[in-house]
């Protein structure tokens, strides 16, 4: 039996009533959440189990990234619109991308997630059994989607049948870490044939579909125009809506479309920053939550973020709204926190286990040192702001702990299971080499 009492926090619980815990303590113990509460008690009632005192920091669960893709180019590709951004970087990247390339991708990209608090992801990208190795090796909780795509010329993508291979292969390994879904890359590069075929494989295999949402006004137009549909009526219409479907983006919406994603129970991945960085527009959030549908924080990938700090995401998500509707009183903290663990959790079907901290759920949780001068005071009470200020102040670089399934992965601010700067240097060597073998692909500026 291993047991570990972490006492002396500010406990954000994220449960039904948003319970916060000024001095409050946590048992785990085999993996799990064996008890919860306030210091004191539990001190009393564990008084031969480890202990580790926690004050100044602020304990709350691992958070949620529901839309990441893992990658290498970051920084390479900027201020472009989204397809062009495509055509011009992205595409021809993925017609070269080798395994190798994924797997020093992913580890880095893994690593920097974990140590900016991130122990949940669903990561879109290429030769995913790579990816999981990096999961396993790394020790956070990963629902892997690979890019499929089968209309020409995006046929270098996944296909359908490699992604079969990897659910049968490696969903549920790494201790149930590891899951593995139907990753469809995009309306466009998909034919309807594999849209419903996906849909069909999803449901054989009991696992979920993850694909993107419109991001672009114009395509979102253009489609309509070719087809008399908005997107999400297509993808309605093609089969893939569902509990167990994440879109992300979703930014031009039609009020149809919202009636759509809460009526299927379908659920969303908002990605404030490559939305702004891409100049795609903003996700009607508010809109999204007040019909019913679960909405989490992505952080799309390195190449359009240009990082993996969902600490940071959250601070934009009630920016945006905010501003969209000239409405201070958009999106308060507690509602964005849970964005960013339970409902994250919800459109994964994995909040029976994770987001938030109570009796019998899995230990991912994270420490937070609020003994920063960018989050003090530290007030509770009628002024409490530990909530807020975690949403609009803190940062990746403040997380002191990371535990996944009750391991410890990162302490002190350090990645126990490998060397940072070794996988900074794989990333260096894979990007560097990608880039020339890339070139002969990448079009004129004038052609994209």
Request: negative net charge; hydrophobic residues 45%; charged residues 20%.
């Amino acid at each position: 039996m291993s047991a570990l009492l972490i006492h002396g926090a500010t406990v954000l619980t994220v449960n039904a009533s948003d319970e916060v815990i000024a001095d409050g303590a946590v048992l785990v113990e085999d993996g799990r959440i064996a008890d919860i509460g306030p210091s004191a008690a539990l001190l009393q009632r564990w008084p031969g189990v480890d202990r580790h005192d926690a004050r100044g920091q602020v304990l709350l669960p691992g958070l949620v990234n529901l839309h990441l893709h893992s990658g290498l180019i970051r920084g390479t590709a900027e201020d472009m619109p989204v397809f062009a951004w495509l055509a011009r970087h992205v595409d021809p990247k993925h017609r070269v991308l080798s395994a190798d390339d994924a797997y020093a991708a992913s580890r880095l990209c893994y690593a920097e997630a974990l140590l900016s608090g991130t122990t949940t992801v669903l990561d879109m990208y290429r030769y995913m059994h790579r990816c999981a190795d990096a999961a396993e090796q790394l020790g956070l909780r990963a629902v892997l989607a690979p890019y499929v795509a089968d209309q020409p010329p995006y046929t270098y993508f996944e296909t359908l049948e490699a992604n079969a291979r990897l659910v049968e292969e490696r969903h549920g390994s790494a201790q149930g870490r590891v899951r593995v879904w139907f990753g469809l890359e995009h309306l466009t590069y998909c034919t309807e044939a594999a849209f419903r075929e996906a849909a069909r494989l999803a449901e054989h295999y009991g696992v979920g579909i993850h694909t993107h949402g419109e991001e672009s006004r114009e395509m979102a137009s253009r489609l309509h125009a070719e087809t008399g549909l908005w997107p999400i009526e297509l993808f309605h219409e093609r089969g893939i809506l569902g509990p167990r479907t994440v879109l992300a983006h979703c930014v031009w919406l039609q009020p149809q479309e919202i009636e759509i994603l809460a009526r299927t129970g379908t659920s969303v991945a908002h990605c404030p920053v490559s939305n702004m960085k891409l100049a795609s527009g903003i996700c009607p959030v508010p809109e999204l939550l007040d019909a019913g549908v679960a909405v989490g924080i992505g952080s799309d990938g390195v190449k359009e973020n240009n990082n993996l700090d969902l600490l940071e995401e959250m601070k934009f998500v009630p920016l945006l709204q905010k501003v969209r509707l000239l409405d201070a009183r958009a999106m308060p903290a507690p509602q964005v926190l849970r964005m960013a663990t339970i409902d994250g959790a919800r459109a994964l079907g994995l909040d029976d286990e994770i987001g938030s901290l109570e009796r019998g759920k899995k230990a991912d949780l994270i420490l937070v040192d609020f003994m920063r001068p960018h989050l003090t005071p530290v007030l509770h009470g009628a002024y409490g702001n530990v909530v807020s200020n975690l949403v609009y102040a803190a940062r990746g670089s403040d997380v002191r702990l990371v535990m996944v399934d009750g391991q410890v992965l990162v302490r002190d601010g350090v990645l126990l299971r490998a060397d940072v700067n070794e996988l900074m240097r794989q990333a260096q060597q894979a990007t560097e080499a990608l880039i020339v073998r890339r070139e002969p692909y990448v079009p004129t500026i004038e052609g994209c």
